[in-house]
């Protein structure tokens, strides 16, 4: 076994040292965001919250999880992310495969088209007049369709498509598969990378997006949990002239940031490791050996 020279040891030191520090600073915020949504009203405006609760204090956290708007709201958020992720992740795979293959006619064309959207967009009132004329409002459709693909995920899944080896889709096309076939038997399995890192993207877009649901929900019961944390800011900010419940209030809109930040990405936090166990085994299931 060879032995590491001095100028690489020193290199693996030096770079331990610089990656612990961006870690350390990475998840400060963190940890300060935590600490100020346990934390009272007073020690907060007077900047004394770091990395511990001072002035232990749950009113926030009582408040939003007592309230029955919440979890409908909650569970909204998640049937919107799961079903638009779904309807995301078909359109985009289906498109960056025929994108991948470099023999289709008009290829330029569709890239072109893709590409076009990226710098150009109907606008804001158009695109609102055409949900609304299609039916679509106060309906998940309302969230899906208008963000079902993203350019850049597009791309990334092209490139990752097209650097797969032919003789695989040819030798599945000699076997009798049809396109789909190949796609959903062949390709996919050995995508789970690139499958995995656009779910966890289209997911956590979904799941923080609320100016969407702002514009095309309008009943209550509707709205996603963003939106419902949106206006506790707004109530709490500006219920400064409230007589009854001024100090909860004023509780509430010191740290109600901080509450919202921790419970909107909590359910990301957790999903993320699960998801990321794919990113490396993705990868390896990928490779090919010879």
Known sequence: MVRPSRSYRVFQGVNGVVLTLVV????????N????????????????VQLWPEGFNLTTYRIVLHDGTFWRSYGNTLYYTVFS????????????????KRNLRGRGLLVGVAVFTMFFSGGLIPTYVLITSLGLKNSVWALAIPNAISVFNLLVMKAFFEGLPTELEE????????????????????????????????????????????????????????????NLIAGATGGGNAGAGT????????????????????????VYPFVQRYFVSGV?????KG
């Open 284 to 288: 390896t299931l990928g490779a090919v």
């Open 247 to 270: 100090e909860q209030l004023t509780q509430v809109a010191a740290n109600i940031q901080a509450v919202t930040i921790v419970l909107t990405a909590l359910p990301i936090l957790c």
């Open 85 to 100: 992720t779904v309807v995301a992740m078909i359109l985009t795979t289906c498109y960056a495969y025929v994108l991948s």
């Open 171 to 230: 030798a599945a096309q000699i076997d009798g598969l049809s396109t789909y076939g190949i796609l959903l038997r062949i390709v996919l399995p050995l995508s789970k990378a690139v499958v995995a890192t656009m779910v966890l993207f289209y997911s956590v877009s979904f799941w923080n997006s609320w100016f969407g649901a702002f514009l095309y929900m309008d009943r209550p019961e509707l709205m996603p949990v963003t939106v419902y944390l949106r």
């Open 24 to 31: 350390l600073v990475t998840l400060y915020p963190f940890v």
């Open 33 to 48: 965001i935590i600490a100020r949504s346990f934390s009272g009203e007073r020690q907060i405006r007077a900047g004394e």
